[in-house]
């Protein structure tokens, strides 16, 4: 992504404490995050990349799940992205817990994780679509 800071981003995840191949975007449902912030700007606080207005659920988007946005892929890892200590602070422990209850989880109500597959520019307003028989291609499937 132009401009986003993740490859300086170092992250636990990894052993050598470089950034995450699976979490190369953050997803936040955009309904979710007008909830919880009080106006746009505030909403910007999230630090997700993406707001979509879509069901970001495990069920509805499993890891291995590839989604067309403009003229680039990503898919939906399996790294969690929970609510932490910013987000408590940016919108209040109440929504923290919610994000991190089992319910929450589930509906990944904080968002998902995702890497690009193929490149491409994303603009406001593009449409976004379930890339057919994506989530039968996860972890190990020879096409990462």
Same mark, same amino acid.
Request: contains cysteine; hydrophobic residues 40%.
């Given at each position: 992504?132009?401009?986003?800071?993740?490859?300086?981003?170092? $992250?636990?995840?990894?052993?050598?404490?470089?950034? =995450?191949?699976?979490? +190369?975007? #953050?997803?936040?449902?955009?309904?979710? $995050? @007008?909830?919880?912030?009080?106006?746009?700007?505030?909403?910007? /606080?999230?630090?997700? +990349?993406?707001?979509?207005?879509?069901?970001?659920?495990?069920? #509805?988007?499993?890891? *291995?799940? @590839?989604?067309?946005?403009?003229? &680039?892929?990503?898919?939906?890892?399996? +790294?969690?992205?929970?609510?932490?200590?910013?987000?408590?602070?940016?919108?209040?422990?109440?929504?923290? @817990? /919610?994000? #991190?209850?089992?319910? *929450?989880? &589930?509906? =990944?109500?904080?968002?998902?994780n995702a890497r690009v597959v193929v490149g491409?520019?994303?603009?406001?307003?593009? @449409?976004?679509?379930?890339?057919?028989?994506?989530?039968?291609?996860?972890? *190990?499937? *020879?096409?990462?």
């Open positions: 992504l132009v401009g986003d800071t993740w490859p300086e981003r170092g $992250s636990k995840r990894t052993a050598d404490g470089g950034p =995450h191949p699976d979490m +190369q975007l #953050n997803l936040i449902g955009a309904r979710f $995050s @007008r909830l919880v912030a009080d106006d746009d700007a505030h909403r910007a /606080l999230a630090g997700d +990349q993406l707001h979509l207005d879509l069901d970001l659920s495990e069920a #509805n988007l499993p890891p *291995g799940t @590839r989604l067309a946005l403009g003229t &680039a892929v990503i898919e939906i890892t399996d +790294q969690p992205h929970r609510g932490c200590a910013k987000f408590v602070d940016r919108f209040g422990a109440a929504a923290a @817990r /919610l994000v #991190n209850s089992p319910e *929450g989880r &589930a509906l =990944h109500l904080r968002g998902v491409g520019r994303v603009r406001p307003g593009d @449409r976004v679509a379930k890339v057919a028989g994506s989530a039968d291609r996860a972890e *190990g499937a *020879g096409d990462r």
